[in-house]
């Protein structure tokens, strides 16, 4: 069974690899066929194409090995093709869809310049769109009544998949910092992947620094970016900025319990009915990956807070997110127990939300009946 499940992983992924590299080869003929240059003209832009997809394996081959200046020129440019592909490919797909219907005029699509300025000025406006509307950052407020005891009317900002390494840097940390502090909160959360893959950014600009102006109590449980970068050494960085991880454990403040599982990245990660706690208590679970909501629900579990999903980031990749998960993004609700998905504060990648959002949540804890 084991051998049959790892052969049908690896088919997987060499299929998965197929249709990518096919996807790549369409974007470079249509490239080559737009544009109305010379042979070496269009050699050369196509070249630049597939040089901006190698940054990817650059970055990732040896990115910690390189110059900082170049792991973030890898880093940035080979996420940012990424996303730029995804748009040419589905702008080339329609435009060739188009033509078979004798909607588009073949002419557009071979040595045309009206073709290749409505190519890449689509691309390019979605990108600069895309840019501008992750750098806004929506504050999502949500309140619960309780009758379980409190020691006082709680605010706790929650946010997820801040991603702190070559791209989002510590100027951009700072920001983020200042307005989770305009909240006043008695409580900050994070459910995981503050780090992007690798501790070496972070200890390199010393990003513990801007998280310890956080004026709170900071938690954190793992993400699956950290168990990339290592779990030690996240660990040790999460220490050394002030924030306290619960992996595995629960921590009181406020009068409530907070739990913090591990990832699922670790398959041996505890069940969620040892981590509960014994009295009647108000409990808010952190759960970086949005798996078996159901667990929750069967454990009294008041509020849950995960990420992850960063709701597919750029749009079409949210209709996938919608297909994998229960609730990819949003407030939901299982009998007694309510939870929250967070597209993320930051993102992985290029710096792009199309069709999705960058938020923090404001979340009011209040006596009561709902």
Not at 209 to 233: D, K, S
Not at 330 to 348: C, D, E, F, K, P
Request: net charge positive.
């Amino acid at each position: 069974m084991y051998s049959a499940k790892i052969w049908k992983m690896r088919s997987s992924f060499v299929i998965i690899l197929f249709v990518l590299f096919a996807c790549i080869a369409y974007t470079c003929w249509r490239i080559w066929r737009i544009l109305p240059f010379s042979p070496l003209g269009k050699s050369v832009l196509a070249f630049l194409w597939l040089l901006c997809f190698l940054m990817v394996f650059l970055h990732y081959g040896g990115g910690d090995r390189l110059p900082m200046w170049l792991s973030v020129f890898t880093y940035e440019t080979g996420t940012s093709w990424m996303i730029a592909f995804v748009y040419v490919l589905l702008v080339f797909l329609l435009l060739g869809l188009g033509m078979r219907l004798h909607l588009v005029p073949a002419s557009l699509l071979k040595d045309s310049p009206a073709g290749t300025c409505l190519v890449a000025g689509l691309v390019a406006a979605l990108l600069v769109y895309g840019n501008f509307h992750y750098r806004h950052k929506y504050r999502e407020v949500i309140e619960i009544r309780t009758e379980k005891p409190l020691e006082k009317p709680l605010t706790v900002v929650l946010a997820s998949d801040l991603h702190a390494g070559y791209h989002n840097r510590r100027p951009e940390l700072a920001r983020w910092v200042d307005r989770i502090n305009a909240e006043q909160p008695d409580l900050v959360l994070f459910a995981g992947d503050i780090l992007d893959g690798a501790v070496r950014p972070a200890l390199e600009g010393n990003y513990a620094q801007v998280f310890r102006q956080i004026a709170a109590p900071v938690y954190a449980c793992l993400g699956n970016h950290e168990y990339l970068a290592g779990t030690e050494p996240s660990a040790a960085f999460f220490t050394e900025a002030g924030i306290r991880l619960l992996r595995d454990s629960s921590a009181r403040e406020g009068g409530i319990c907070i739990i913090g599982r591990d990832d699922r990245s670790n398959a041996a990660r505890k069940d969620l009915r040892a981590l509960m706690p014994a009295d009647t208590v108000f409990t808010l679970l952190l759960d970086h990956q949005p798996y078996h909501l159901e667990e929750a629900e069967a454990c009294g579990v008041d509020f849950q807070f995960s990420g992850h999903t960063h709701y597919g980031q750029v749009w079409p990749g949210n209709w996938i997110t919608d297909a994998m998960f229960e609730k990819a993004f949003g407030a939901h609700r299982r009998g007694n127990t309510r939870y929250y998905v967070s597209s993320g504060l930051g993102i992985w990648g290029g710096k792009f939300r199309i069709g999705t959002r960058s938020e923090f949540i404001v979340l009011h804890i209040r006596p009561g009946v709902e």
